[in-house]
């Protein structure tokens, strides 16, 4: 006799119990917050004197992080997410949707608040894609600077609500703590929002708009 199937309510039901039976399994090792490339403090750009010439370099190393795979990879200007230190599309395949994924593929179907580093699945509060029009994925930094200070492709953000966002947002703050083996951004994200804050400060300057890396 052929065995029977699940429905997908039964097999979601069957895959959460299945995640509470299996968290107190130790989590691989992997990297941790802080051991990724550093980044340099908005001081060490004092020597500096052109106030423009200031503000791209503090950007520029603010780059280090706006263009890392932690980043860009939930920054896709198409349907589908990014993974990966070298990124490769989204396995499963899933779509986005609104940003929250589609009915019965819902991004928080898998990622929850937190990590599930023994099932590999990354997670933070609030796990969403980027809307499309703050796409970053196979943009030069330059680009994506005039693209953050532009309101119309920016989420309709002021440059401080940008800053606050990069500096205090649980989503942006996992790139830190992604969990399993995955690379940690550069710094921390206080480091990070520290060099928005001086970049805002000495003008909101940006690199040229040269073809994406």
Known sequence: ?????????????????????????????????GEGERLRAPAEFAGIADR??????????????????????????DEMPRQGDVPVLHDPPVFRGGGLGVPAMRCTSCHQDRNLDYARVPGAPGWHLAPREMAWLGRSLGQICNQ????????????????HHMAHDELVGWGWSPGADRTPAPGTQAELGALIQAWIRTGAACPPEEAAR
């Open 52 to 77: 423009r010439e200031r503000s791209i370099a503090l950007f520029t190393e603010a780059g280090k992080v706006i263009l890392h795979p932690r980043c860009v990879n939930c920054h896709p200007a």
């Open 148 to 163: 953050l200070k532009d309101r119309r492709r920016n989420g309709g953000k002021t440059l401080a609500e940008i800053q």
């Open 1 to 33: 006799m052929p065995a029977p199937r699940l429905g997908f309510p039964v097999l979601l039901a069957t895959l959460a119990v299945a995640a509470v039976l299996a968290s107190s399994r130790p989590a691989p090792a992997g990297p941790q917050p």
